[in-house]
């Protein structure tokens, strides 16, 4: 899959992106259902 450095750090980036975009989005909608 990656084989440069820089693709397994851009691979291990979007992860970590994504798990944090994953969180916010839950996290916004708890908000909406409770108002």
């Not at 975009?21 to 259902?33: D, E, G, P």
Request: hydrophobic share 30%; aromatic share 2%.
């Amino acid at each position: 899959m990656a084989n440069s450095p820089q693709a397994k750090k851009r691979a291990r980036q979007n992860e970590r992106r994504f798990q944090i975009n994953k969180a916010r989005r839950s996290r916004i909608r708890t908000h909406l259902r409770k108002v």
